[in-house]
C-alpha cells in the first residue's frame, strides 16, 4: 500500500471522481452487494422456518414491485439533481438541508453497520471452511482483518478493477445458483412443481412481517447506483437504467432460486427441513441435486459471494466519505482523489481503518460473529435503507412540487407516494418484529433500534451549527462536487 501511495500520490487539487463505468459495470456493483448467494444460502432458509414458510418467494415479489415504484422517483431525481451523493443530496434539496445532512450520516450508519455485519459473517466462515480442510483453528477475526486488507487494497485502486472482480465473483454465484434451481426444475422437484409459494393463502400463514423483513434486506445495496454518478459514462442515462435493472434482476433472482428451493423438498416438507438445518439447507439441496462436486463448488462460492458483497459496500461507503468531505461534513482530505487511479483512495483507507477497529472493540467485547455482529447489525441497516428510501420518496414528492413540471405526474407525483406508504408499511413491520430478529426482547431491541433516530440528530445538529458557524459553507452544504 506504501508503494501506491509514493508512486501516484493523492491529489489534493483534483477532488471529482472519474471513469467510464457503464450500466452493466454499475449492476455488477450492486447485485453483488445484494449477495444473491447469501439471500438465497442463509435468509432464504431462515425466513422459512420462522417467517411465512412456503409463501416466503412471493415477498420478493411484493418488495421488488415497491422499490420499482421507489426507483421511478430516485432515477427522476438523478437527472434533476446531478449530483454523486445520492439520498442525502435529494433528501436536502426535497426536505431542507438539516435533515439532509442527517440523511448523510443514517447513509455512514446504514453501509458501516452492513459491512461490518458480513465481516463478521465473512470471518466465522472462512475459519469453519478451513477447519473442515484440516488447518488448525485460528480466532475468526483475524480472517476478518484478512478480508478487510484486501478489501481496501481494491477500494484504493481504479474503481474499474472492483468492478472486474465483482463481475467475475458475481457470475459464477449466479451460475450455481440457476444451475441448482434448474435441476430442481429438471428433476420434477419432490413433490411435483407447483405456484403454492406465490399464493395469497401462504403468504399469509406464519409471520409475513418476518418474511418481508428479510425479502427487503436482500436487496441492500441496489439503491446505491446514483453514489457512482461521477464514474458513470453518460450517467442520466446509465443510472435510471442500471437502477431499474439492478432491482429486476435481484427480484427475478430471487423470487425464482427461492420458489425453486421450496420445490426441491416441496411444500410438505420445506418448512421441517428449514427448522431441522437453516445453516445447511443449501448445501443439503446442492448435494440432493448437484451432488458432491456441485455442492462443494457451492461452499467455495457461498465465500465469494460474501467477499463480492463487503467489497461493493466498501467501495459504497467510501464514495458516501468523499461526497461528505467534499461539502464540510467530514475533514476535507476525505474528498481527495487519487492522481492515477483517480478513486476515492484517502477516503478507502480511512474506511478501512475504522472498520478494522471498531470490529476489533466489537471482538474485545464478545460479540458473537454470526448473532449479534451479522444478526444484530444486519437487522439495523435494514430499517435504516428502508428509512433513507421512504424519506427519498417524500423527498422527491416535494421536490418537484416546487418546480411543478407538467406531464411529469406519475413519475413525480404518483409513483414516489406509493413507494413512500409502502416503505413506511415496511418500516413499521421491520420495528414489529425487531425484537425476533434479533432474538431479544424490547430491551435489547430498543437499545439497537434508537442508535437511527441518533444518527439523524447528530446530522441536524451539525447542520444547525454549521449554518450559524459558516454559512457559506451551509449553502453547498448538500452539493457534492459534481
Known sequence: MATEVSLAPISTDNRKLSGSLGVSGIVFMVVAAAAPL???????????????????????????AILLLFSVGLSTMSRAVPKPGAFFTYIGYGLGRPLGVGAAWLALLTYTTVQLAVYGYIGFSLNLTMTTLGVPEAPWWLYSLAVIALVGFLGYRDVQLSAKVLAVFLTAEVGVTLALSASVIFQGGAEGLSLAPFTIPAWSSGSPGIGLMMAMAGFIGFESTAIFRDEAKD?????????????????????????AMVMAWGPSQVVDVATANA???????AMRYLGVV???????LLLTSLFACVLSFHNVLTRYQHAMGNVGLLPARLGTVHGRHGSPAFSSLVQS??????????????????MQIFTWLSGISTISIVTLMALTSVAVVVYFAKIN??????????????????LVVVAAVIVAYFPALVGGGWETAGALL????????????????????RPE??????????
Open 353 to 370: 481503518g475504522t472498520a478494522a477497529v471498531v470490529l476489533i472493540a466489537l471482538t474485545v467485547m464478545g460479540w458473537d460473529p454470526v
Open 405 to 422: 413540471i407538467p406531464g411529469t405526474a406519475w413519475s413525480t407525483k404518483i409513483a414516489p407516494s406509493v413507494a413512500a406508504l409502502g
Open 235 to 259: 450517467p442520466d442515462k446509465t443510472i435510471p437504467r442500471a437502477t431499474y435493472a439492478a432491482v429486476i434482476a435481484i427480484g427475478l433472482l430471487y423470487s425464482f432460486a427461492s420458489w
Open 38 to 64: 447469501t439471500v438465497i444460502g442463509g435468509s432464504t432458509p431462515v425466513a422459512i422456518m420462522i417467517g411465512d414458510g412456503v409463501g416466503f418467494p412471493l415477498n420478493f415479489v411484493i418488495a421488488a
Open 473 to 482: 459553507v451551509y449553502n453547498n452544504i448538500i452539493d457534492s462536487i459534481s
Open 450 to 469: 434508537v442508535v437511527v433516530p441518533i444518527a439523524i440528530i447528530i446530522g441536524v445538529v451539525q447542520a444547525m451549527r454549521v449554518r450559524k458557524a
Open 294 to 300: 456441485g455442492a462443494t463448488v457451492m461452499q467455495g
Open 279 to 285: 445453516g445447511g439447507m443449501l448445501m443439503d439441496t
